[in-house]
């Protein structure tokens, strides 16, 4: 069955230090996407980004980054300078191409505080 | 901009009542879901439905129910509310295909918070 592990449960940064998130899946299948979510307090989940099994190329958006690698089954993701603003609960999540097409199978979280 | 909206923010309820929390999306989707959310749990599958009057279970769904009459409304159903299921309790959308895949990023209420007391 399918996994999502992110091990840290809560980070504190200073504003301006980078921070990496991470995030370690388990899968049977060979095709499948893994998704990072924004959860600001106001509660509603955000969606960041999406990567497929077959497209192991990083991504860089501003400040955010994501780093993919199949050897180790991780999908972490990386905050440059980091901001209050960014201060949030950040999901990881699976979705498998077998066993039910779209279900999403969501890491328990990783709480970042950034403070001034 | 995809526009899921949930009813209520805040819900208190009693044990024993039928409570309903609906969802409603405007952007013609095809599948919609209904998680919860508890601390250190992160968030759980109960019920998701791809069409109209289909549903399927999720990985907890018992304790509830739900029922989908139209294409924009999903409604999840605790037909007889106890306290474990005080949560935090969120609906998403996606897809405008009639098959689903796995590579479409659902997208999010901003959730209702649940006492049962």
């Known amino acids: 069955a399918q996994k999502v592990t992110q091990a840290q449960t809560e980070i504190s940064v200073v504003e301006k230090e980078d921070v990496t998130l991470d995030c370690v899946y388990e899968t049977r299948d060979t095709t499948y996407y893994l998704f990072w979510y924004k959860q600001p307090p106001s509660g509603e989940l955000v969606f960041l980004i999406r990567?497929?099994?077959?497209?192991?190329q990083n991504e860089i958006s501003g400040r955010y980054s994501w780093n993919f690698q199949k050897s180790t089954s991780s999908f972490n993701f990386t905050i440059t300078a980091s901001q209050v603003v960014d201060s949030a609960v950040y999901f990881c999540a699976l979705s498998e191409l077998t066993g039910g097409g779209n279900k999403l199978t969501f890491g328990t979280g990783t709480q970042l505080k950034v403070e001034l | 901009d995809v526009k899921v909206t949930q009813s209520s923010r805040y819900l208190v309820k009693r044990t024993g009542e039928k409570v309903f929390l609906e969802c409603v999306q405007d952007m013609d989707h095809e599948n919609m879901f209904w998680y919860r959310q508890d601390p250190g749990l992160g968030l759980r599958l109960i019920y998701f439905?791809?069409?109209?009057?289909?549903?399927e279970k999720g990985d907890i769904p018992e304790g509830y129910s739900v029922s989908r009459e139209k294409k924009e409304r999903f409604s999840l159903i605790l037909e007889s509310a106890s306290t474990n299921q005080t949560s935090m309790y969120l609906c998403?959308?996606?897809?405008?295909?009639?098959?689903?895949?796995?590579?479409?990023?659902?997208?999010f209420g901003d959730g209702t918070r649940l006492s049962i007391l």
């Open positions: 990567r497929n099994s077959f497209d192991e």
């Open positions: 439905s791809y069409d109209v009057k289909m549903k």
């Open positions: 998403a959308s996606s897809g405008t295909g009639k098959i689903m895949t796995p590579d479409q990023p659902q997208h």
